[in-house]
């Protein structure tokens, strides 16, 4: 009978519409909260990654700049890097593109593949944000271009 169709279909309806608004409300609900702890995830991630890099780039420094620059990046008889005056100057991303050309004419070779040298875009990265985290407490070097020379009296 039509009259009983009706009554059905419109518990049904109603049934649905709850649903939907239900529904509708635990997103309304869940939106603050993805909110509040996505940008939290991305940053932990990002964090993790950074530590992951100096973690490589500590063991690429060792093999690769420290005979130069010094284990601890107080240099010998190249700048020291673990300056701070030095470090004030660059920002990571010039570190990046200075150890990846090189200083042309000096003993500082271009280290990324893009110019002959053996490291990846990704390596060099490493290896700069290594030398980047000595950047917090780096001490007081004004002669870090020239670690060997005397001090002018
Ligand atoms: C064979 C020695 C040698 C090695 C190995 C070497 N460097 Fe150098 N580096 C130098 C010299 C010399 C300079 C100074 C160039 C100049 O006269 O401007 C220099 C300059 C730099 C500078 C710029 C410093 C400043 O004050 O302007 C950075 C940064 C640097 N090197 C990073 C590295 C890193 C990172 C590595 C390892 C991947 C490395 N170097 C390996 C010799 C070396």
Redesign the pocket.
């Given at each position: 009978m039509p009259e009983h169709t009706d009554v059905d279909l419109d518990s049904s309806t109603n049934r649905w519409m709850w649903a939907g608004v239900v529904l509708m409300a635990l997103y309304v609900l869940a939106f603050p909260l993805y909110r509040f702890y996505e940008p939290n995830a991305r940053a932990e991630a990002r964090q993790l990654q950074e530590t992951h890099l100096q973690a490589e780039g500590k063991s690429?420094?060792a093999d690769?700049?420290?005979?130069?620059?010094g284990v601890d990046g107080e240099g010998i008889?190249?700048?020291?890097?673990n300056?701070k005056q030095?470090l004030d100057?660059?920002v990571v991303d010039?570190?990046i593109a200075?150890?990846s050309h090189?200083?042309p004419?000096?003993?500082?070779?271009a280290?990324s593949v893009d110019f002959g040298g053996p490291?990846t875009s990704e390596q060099?990265r490493a290896?700069?944000f290594?030398?980047d985290s000595w950047r917090e407490d780096a001490p007081d070097r004004p002669d870090?271009?020239e670690p060997g020379a005397e001090p002018t009296p």
């Open positions: 690429l420094y690769g700049c420290a005979s130069c620059h008889d190249a700048p020291a890097l300056s030095f100057s660059a010039q570190i200075l150890v090189g200083v004419g000096t003993a500082m070779a280290w490291l060099i290896v700069a290594y030398v870090w271009l």
